[in-house]
């Protein structure tokens, strides 16, 4: 019998002094996730120099649009502004149309950007949580139009706009990307790590169906990636150039394509091709600025809760 309880009784103690330490431990866990955890100087020279090499060409844009094609052809080039930023700013205003094509390439933006957003998030939750036949396969069909350059579908995109009576019409940029594969893989990936089965399950069992439960249970969760997807997705549909250029024509211009105005001519001025480079990148840099800390905010959070 001694020998039967020796070993129970050293085992009670042992649990009694893990149940005692428990409380210790976890607070010590808690002062530690608690402090601000401090960078080494060589961090901050590695991220100041990440920062300068970032912005440069940024700087070097303002520094172009700011001179004249004489002063930028120099050995060695001005690492300075010049004192013609505002006349080259009006002049490539003036000669691109700018007013319009910016209020075109916000449009077009906007508007691709909502659709992708919302598009991507329903097909997103669909793909991860809803059970259908063919899920897979169309997933997979969606991943593999991601492998199929765009170019092999201009000739025919441009037909069809044309047959719908857009050709050369806003809308004949906008319908063709209205949802990206890209914004349903990342939402499907999100999805399914970051929305426990539980919840969708709580909502069915509450007589919910599936467009109140995407309403009330995942959009809330949903709105860091959508912030993400809408910013990626705004500026690339703001730089976009390619199809814009086939599908529009000077009358009815977006901003990259109402640049190709500047470097027209036998003689192309560097400065000012700079100059409405930099006017197209003012709105973009706005934006980040108004909505960059709530992005990055949401992002963090989403983390955080995942």
Same mark, same amino acid.
């Given at each position: 019998m001694t020998t039967d309880t020796a070993p129970v009784r050293t085992g009670a103690r042992g649990r009694d002094v893990v149940e005692r330490a428990a409380p210790a431990r976890r607070r010590r866990l808690r002062q530690g996730a608690g402090k601000q955890h401090h960078a080494g100087p060589l961090t901050y020279v590695l991220l100041g120099f990440t920062a300068l090499v970032s912005l440069f060409p940024l700087y070097w844009t303002l520094v172009a649009a700011s001179s004249d094609s004489a002063r930028i052809s120099r050995t060695p080039p001005p690492f300075l502004p010049g004192p013609n930023l505002f006349s080259n700013l009006s002049r490539a205003w003036t000669e691109a149309a700018m007013g319009k094509a910016m209020m075109n390439s916000l449009i077009v933006a906007g508007a691709i950007s909502l659709s992708t957003v919302l598009f991507a998030t329903l097909a997103g939750f669909a793909f991860a949580k809803l059970r259908f036949k063919g899920r897979n396969a169309l997933l997979m069909v969606v991943i593999g139009t991601m492998m199929v350059p765009p170019q092999l579908g201009v000739v025919p995109l441009f037909m069809m706009m044309s047959d719908l009576g857009w050709g050369q019409q806003l809308p004949s940029v906008i319908f063709p990307t209205l949802v990206s594969a890209v914004g349903v893989f990342f939402m499907r990936q999100y999805f399914a790590e970051a929305l426990p089965d539980e919840l969708v399950e709580a909502g069915r069992v509450d007589g919910a169906h599936s467009l109140r439960i995407?309403?009330?249970?995942?959009?809330?969760?949903?709105?860091?990636? &959508?912030?993400?997807?809408? &910013?990626?997705?705004?500026?690339?549909? /703001?730089?976009?150039?390619? /199809?814009?250029?086939?599908?529009?024509? &000077?009358?009815?211009p977006t901003v990259p394509v109402a640049l190709t105005q500047l470097s027209a001519g036998y003689v192309r001025d560097q400065s000012l091709i700079m100059a409405g480079a930099l006017l197209g990148t003012l709105p973009l840099l706005a934006m980040f600025v108004v909505f960059g800390r709530q992005i990055v905010g949401g992002v963090m959070q989403g983390a955080v809760k995942g």
């Open positions: 995407f309403w009330s249970i995942v959009l809330p969760i949903a709105r860091a990636p &959508m912030a993400v997807i809408f &910013m990626i997705t705004f500026v690339h549909a /703001w730089n976009d150039f390619f /199809w814009p250029f086939i599908a529009l024509d &000077m009358t009815n």
